[in-house]
């Protein structure tokens, strides 16, 4: 399951799905999701503003803008995904008490409003291409590139297979992770353990002396036509960001 912790989101009603990356301020870096009725996902003039996540070890469920900027903003029509990214510090926040209870910083997110349960193709392999991506950022919120994304999903098998390749500072890192089992409509994996698949990261440049990471997404629209992803991939320096996809073929 996901190496998070949780109730499930209620898809008789409207809900979005978020996908989340960040740096922690005590030095963990993750890649979650979380399920959001209306009321749960707040929003202002900069963007969105607040989510939802499954509970993560250290008893947060919620993500709020807080101190930080809402610097990045982008969506795709076609799959109705959308993405953003806050600059600086957010908090982290316990939701049944408003509790901080953490810091979370250069908060990656993508996102999709769905209507009901994932209506994904029953059999089929299909590929995926980049529509989109928030710019990667390290634990100190230096920027750099995305130079690879992809993506393919076995329907038949019900596993995903994603790579990311990303430079920051110097560093650049190299997500692989293989036969991810999907859930619903959701996937996951950490090298770290939790999650199903297999997760490889590979560094080069200056690097750490081990190599870890996560990758988190989940597939939207009718057919999956979409998908959204968060990573964090991390070796002496940590490499966050969201990526888009859209499906290619009929």
Request: overall charge negative; aromatic content about 6%; glycine content about 16%.
């Amino acid at each position: 399951m996901l190496a998070v912790k949780g109730t499930t989101q209620n898809e008789a009603v409207p809900f979005t799905v978020v996908d989340v990356a960040s740096s922690i301020v005590n030095g963990q870096s993750s890649s979650m999701i979380g399920f959001n009725n209306a009321s749960q996902l707040s929003s202002d003039a900069q963007g969105i503003s607040g989510f939802n996540l499954f509970e993560d070890d250290n008893g947060a469920s919620r993500l709020q803008r807080g101190g930080a900027t809402n610097l990045e903003n982008g969506s795709d029509a076609t799959t109705g995904l959308s993405w953003g990214r806050w600059s600086g510090t957010a908090d982290a926040v316990e939701r049944g008490t408003g509790t901080v209870v953490g810091q979370a910083q250069n908060v990656h997110f993508i996102s999709s409003q769905e209507t009901g349960p994932a209506l994904l193709p029953l059999s089929g392999t299909f590929n995926y291409v980049k529509v989109g991506n928030t710019t990667p950022t390290n634990q100190s919120g230096v920027t750099g590139t995305l130079d690879a994304a992809s993506l393919t999903a076995d329907f038949t098998s019900r596993q995903v297979n994603v790579g990311i390749t990303a430079t920051v500072a110097g560093t650049t890192l190299t997500g692989t992770a293989n036969n991810l089992s999907l859930f619903d409509n959701a996937f996951h994996d950490n090298s770290n353990g939790g999650g199903t698949g297999s997760i490889n990261v590979n560094c080069s440049g200056s690097c750490g002396a081990q190599a870890s990471g996560s990758i988190t997404g989940h597939f939207t629209g009718n057919g999956a036509v979409g998908a959204g992803v968060s990573y964090s991939l991390e070796s002496g320096s940590t490499i966050n960001g969201v990526v888009g996809f859209q499906r290619v073929g009929p």
